[in-house]
């Protein structure tokens, strides 16, 4: 199996096979003998998922991949919602809006005390928006800025295959 596995890594793009490949057969090789003793369905899922994945990982580099040669780590930190999430958005936004026109007429018909606009009420809320926004936006990029930080440190102390030291 490790070698339909490295085979496999074969299409990857060159540059990416030979930074990455001995580490990806090294990872497969410790799980493949921790599942060394399983029963043959639990093995057959394993490589099944694995090589699945491989193809899926190489297909996805091959296509859409961010990995460039020139540089020592990959920089490819997006974040994607699924399609749904976008439409999902919309319909909430649709049903907020509803909600109001539908407040502000139950507001009119049963007589509202005082017709003040809910803005002269609030005057301070789209200043309350806007710094719960900056605030909301400094501590994402607080965070993204910590593990990134933390994520580069490890892996330039990190010590693979037979360069690691032993006692």
């Keep these: 199996m490790l070698v339909l596995y490295r085979g496999l ?22 799980a493949n003998d921790a599942v060394a ?10 490589h099944a998922r694995e090589v699945s994945g ?20 990959r920089s490819d930190m997006r974040f994607r919602f699924p399609r749904s999430t976008v439409f999902l958005m919309w319909v909430i936004l649709a049903g907020v ?22 803005w002269s ?3 301070w809320f789209p200043l309350a928006v806007v710094l719960l926004i900056f605030a909301a ?5 607080g965070i993204l800025f910590a593990l990134q ?3 580069i ?9 037979e360069s690691e030291h032993r006692p």
């Design 137 to 141: 936006a400094g501590a994402v990029w």
């Design 153 to 161: 440190h490890r892996l330039e102390k990190m010590q693979t295959g």
């Design 37 to 46: 003793q399983k029963k043959w369905t639990e093995r057959a899922i394993f």
């Design 54 to 73: 491989l193809i899926k990982g190489a297909l996805q580099e091959r296509l859409f991949g961010s990995y460039d040669s020139s540089s020592s780590r």
């Design 97 to 118: 809006l509803l909600a109001i026109a539908e407040a502000k007429l139950i507001a009119t018909q049963y007589g509202a005390v005082e017709s003040r606009s809910m």
């Design 149 to 151: 930080r933390t994520g």
């Design 121 to 123: 009420m609030l005057s």
């Design 9 to 30: 890594l074969r299409l990857y793009p060159a540059d990416y096979f030979r930074e990455y490949g001995a580490e990806m057969t090294l990872v497969f090789a410790q």
